[in-house]
T-cell receptor, first 108, second 116 residues
Framework: KNEVEQSPQNLTAQEGEFITINCSYS?????LHWLQQHPGGGIVSLFM???GKKKHGRLIATINIQEKHSSLHITASHPRDSAVYIC??????????FGKGTKLSVKP | GAVVSQHPSRVICKSGTSVKIECRSL??????MFWYRQFPKKSLMLMAT?????????EQGVEKDKFLINHASLTLSTLTVTSAHPEDSSFYIC????????????FGEGSRLTVL
């Protein structure tokens, strides 16, 4: 069993739909990261959270430490949100254990 | 926001040669830099953690003599793939942070290595 599990693996949505990507982890963490990887490979850090909830524009990330579960939500999805979203468990030294990613495709 | 620049973005080399990849933090001092590798359709995997002025810490299964990491300054870390083989062909990406356990991570654009 992977230490960081993401679901779904692939997700296709219509523009405007509300999207949820889930992440469960089995390791102890200092922080949980949500990353966005574009087709060219470049990665952008979306959120780093250790408790509660964070919001940035149309993106919302939540974490439940007791349940070792985090979710990434995208409201009013848009084709430009199409990317691979990666959940990563962060250790105390900043080292990350990555999930396999969720490939999101938002259709116009 | 902070920017991490990685160079080259793409490199093709012959088997047996060495390739150096640079990772620079452009507007902050990166006390810690991380190097990752991603094979096609696979997860990112941490290769090593690099702290300025000290030896890198390698993850299990990563050969330190093959993947040489140097973090000589607070803004530059380099990864040298020595005696490259086709199986080293991969996407290599770095990240940098000012504070490894509390600070935000900033990622480079990645370097795609193809070894012929």
């Amino acid at each position: 069993k992977n230490e960081v599990e993401q679901s779904p693996q692939n997700l296709t949505a219509q523009e405007g739909e509300f999207i949820t990507i889930n992440c469960s982890y089995s390791v102890g963490i200092s922080a949980l990261h949500w990353l966005q990887q574009h087709p060219g490979g470049g990665i952008v850090s979306l959120f780093m959270l250790s408790s509660g909830k964070k919001k940035h524009g149309r993106l919302i990330a939540t974490i439940n430490i007791q349940e070792k579960h985090s979710s990434l939500h995208i409201t009013a999805s848009h084709p430009r949100d199409s990317a691979v979203y990666i959940c990563a468990a962060g250790g105390s030294q900043g080292n990350l254990i990555f999930g396999k990613g969720t490939k999101l495709s938002v259709k116009p | 926001g902070a920017v991490v620049s990685q160079h080259p973005s793409r490199v093709i080399c012959k088997s047996g040669t060495s390739v150096k990849i640079e990772c620079r933090s452009l507007d902050f001092q990166a006390t810690t830099m991380f190097w990752y590798r991603q094979f096609p359709k696979k997860s990112l995997m941490l290769m090593a953690t690099s702290n300025e002025g000290s030896k890198a810490t390698y993850e299990q299964g990563v050969e330190k003599d093959k993947f040489l990491i140097n973090h000589a300054s607070l803004t530059l870390s380099t990864l040298t793939v020595t005696s490259a083989h086709p199986e080293d062909s991969s996407f290599y990406i770095c990240s940098a942070t000012q504070s490894p356990n509390t600070g935000e991570l900033f990622f480079g654009e990645g370097s795609r290595l193809t070894v012929l």
